[in-house]
């Protein structure tokens, strides 16, 4: 089984299963726009894989491994949201393109950008080089910032 499609069943469910309490068939159909015996014939995978309990004209409820899996995902997804609207990508485009990133980060590339992500929304002001990256997106031209006079011989932040 793709371990895309099995991560997209995973969300769905745990998604409509906070919201419902089971992720009935018709409405992952509804969601994915596949037909009704596509999504039971799934279904039956993902229990025989243990990530759910599957009850026909019920729904899907998610295991605890389905669970484990399924919050991981929403954090990932969580993070890369945040880090493309931190570079500047619009809020509804970065969660449009977050749900194909989290599927190809390896996880060592998800620590990183955790910790950036993280880095960024602890600081206690707003990092100016981020404003200065925003301009430098909006007009392509560099803004002169220095924390240093030029006789120390650092370069300019």
């Known amino acids: 089984m793709k371990r895309k499609t099995t991560e997209e069943y995973l969300e769905i469910i745990y998604v409509l299963q906070k919201r419902e309490g089971y992720a009935k068939t018709g409405k992952i159909s509804q969601e994915y726009d596949i037909t009704p015996p596509s999504v039971t014939e799934m279904l039956q995978k993902l229990q025989k894989e243990g990530y759910v309990?599957?009850?026909k004209y019920r729904g899907a409820r998610l295991t605890e491994?389905?669970?484990r899996i399924a919050r991981k995902l929403m954090e990932t997804h969580r993070i890369i949201a945040d880090f493309l609207e931190i570079i500047g990508v619009e809020r509804e485009m970065a969660e449009i393109d977050a749900c194909?990133?989290?599927?190809?980060?390896?996880?060592?590339?998800?620590?990183?950008?955790?910790?950036?992500?993280?880095?960024?929304?602890?600081?206690?002001?707003?990092?100016?080089?981020?404003?200065?990256?925003?301009?430098?997106?909006?007009?392509?031209?560099r803004q002169e910032c220095s924390l240093f006079g030029a006789q120390d011989g650092r370069r300019p932040l």
Do not use: C
């Not at 194909?100 to 960024?120: A, N, Y």
């Not at 990092?127 to 301009?135: C, F, G, L, T, V």
């Open 65 to 67: 491994p389905g669970l």
């Open 53 to 55: 309990e599957y009850t």
């Open 100 to 141: 194909q990133l989290e599927h190809h980060v390896s996880i060592k590339t998800m620590k990183r950008l955790k910790d950036f992500v993280d880095f960024i929304n602890g600081a206690p002001d707003r990092p100016r080089w981020i404003d200065h990256y925003h301009d430098y997106i909006r007009t392509g031209k």
